[in-house]
């Protein structure tokens, strides 16, 4: 009788990773969509179309992109921090609040 041989695979896909792809995904599409948007109205102001709230759909807009953005690039960042020493680690959180200053700052312009 011949053996049988077993084969076992193993699928090294986590909950984890689909979240990172998902949120990758979206922030990406995301930021394509009000990009896009922010173009439009960009080529409208250039064309005369005087709209009072012209510039601050278009901030709204790439502040929406940088948001999505941020999302999908610090869960794979803190994935990859989670593993190294307190100094990784400290430089992710400072980065982080900064990141998101920058965001409220940002918001407060518009």
């Known amino acids: 009788m011949a053996k ?56 709204i807009c790439n502040t929406v992109s940088q948001i999505a953005l941020l999302v999908a690039v610090i869960l794979p960042a803190y994935k990859y921090v989670r593993g190294k020493n307190s100094v990784y680690k400290a430089f992710f959180w400072v980065a982080v609040i900064f990141l998101v200053l920058g965001l409220v700052g940002i918001n407060l312009a518009f």
């Open 4 to 59: 049988k041989k077993k084969t076992t695979t193993t699928t090294s896909t986590t909950s984890n990773s689909d979240i990172i792809k998902f949120c990758a995904f979206w922030g990406l599409a995301i930021a394509a969509l009000a990009a896009c948007v922010s173009f439009v109205l960009g080529i409208l102001k250039v064309c005369g179309v005087q709209w009072g709230l012209l510039a601050r759909v278009v901030g």
